[in-house]
């Protein structure tokens, strides 16, 4: 059973900050990097669906291109890595059997066995109530992997700046994403933050407890 | 600077799993608790803005109510913590002047001198292009406290059951929310598991790697 001292995770919660400034000779150690791409596949996500996908853009060809439909922000270019998350923009029965598939393999179940869950997930967002909106539904299941990557970047001492501030149809049309299930949604860079970057020891806004949270 | 080793993150994120079954003797220790409400305050949202709202629900009979609009899934009332996400439902002038008054206060800067962050801010979310679509650009927001929170109580041995499965307009109304700012999107349980839960021990089903993270 995982026991990390609450102090401890606060430390790294308070830590992290959207890193400005990266330091460009810093790279995120293969071991670490390989643990955070964990991190994001072990994301929890609503009937397991998975409904996303994560671009790791390291060609610096397109990292440029990239940070010019980006309100010009330096980080795309000199983080140590860049991750597009993407949702899926229209749920199908595919890909709902895709996911199915990956139960059978993993469970070692008969498919059959998944009858009345295939049912239930079709029957709620591919061709029920919520189909209309599966591409909200799938967005937030991402954010939920954003989430996630963030805190757990920031456990491994990892710098992370969340990039909501683009152009995301630039983005797709970049990445020839056009033709996929996939649209971008957001962006997030990971690497170390340079000396002095001054918005390190600004202190964190955040609103107080009692009127974030509340009590019944 | 933090340094959990990556093999700690990965134990603690595939140990965690949607729990089923809680032990209603468990309750979460005030300390571990605490820490938890504190990672739910540090998450990271756009512009800082937190357009949501945290509801613990602690009142057995108000649980009994949100259990029967729940699918009746027990987890709601047995369960150590219950926590109802909510977000904005229509971003407005008056919680952007809120979160800038917070930024005064927090970081001792003058009003005046967050006029163009103010600006920025309407003209995107509450006045521009993205007004129409602000309730959802929240959701988005609440969802990456909703992974931060997954993430930060695994690795506080908490196990936790994310629930879509609930009627949203029924907890608005159970909770007199409906004349808030606040819309229901999901809920959280969080606790120890029972002793015996069979799906604690089933494999953990995820695409593979190279179906959900691609290189460029």
Not at 99 to 106: A, G, K, M, N, Y
Request: charged share 25%.
């Amino acid at each position: 059973m995982p026991s990390l001292a609450p102090e401890n995770l606060l430390e790294a919660l308070r830590w992290r900050y959207a890193t400005k400034a990266f330091d460009p000779a810093k790279r995120i150690p293969a071991d670490v990097w390989s643990a955070l791409e964990e991190a994001l596949v072990l994301s929890p996500s609503s009937y397991g669906l998975q409904p996303y996908h994560f671009i790791v853009v390291q060609d610096p060809a397109l990292r440029a291109r990239l940070r010019a439909v980006s309100w010009n922000q330096a980080q795309v270019e000199e983080a140590s890595h860049l991750v597009v998350l993407a949702y899926h923009r229209k749920l199908d029965v595919a890909w709902a059997d895709a996911f199915l598939d990956r139960v059978v393999e993993v469970r070692g179940v008969p498919k059959e066995s998944l009858g009345g869950y295939r049912k239930a997930i079709l029957g709620d967002l591919i061709e029920g109530p919520r189909s209309a909106i599966s591409d909200h539904w799938a967005a937030r299941q991402l954010y939920i992997a954003y989430g996630n990557l963030m805190t757990s970047a920031a456990l491994l001492g990892v710098d992370t700046c969340p990039l909501e501030g683009l152009d995301p149809a630039a983005y797709d049309q970049i990445l020839d994403l056009e033709q996929t299930p996939w649209k971008t949604a957001a962006a997030l860079t990971l690497g170390y933050r340079a000396e002095g970057d001054k918005y390190a020891t600004l202190p964190k806004v955040r609103f107080d407890q009692k009127t974030l949270i509340e009590y019944r």
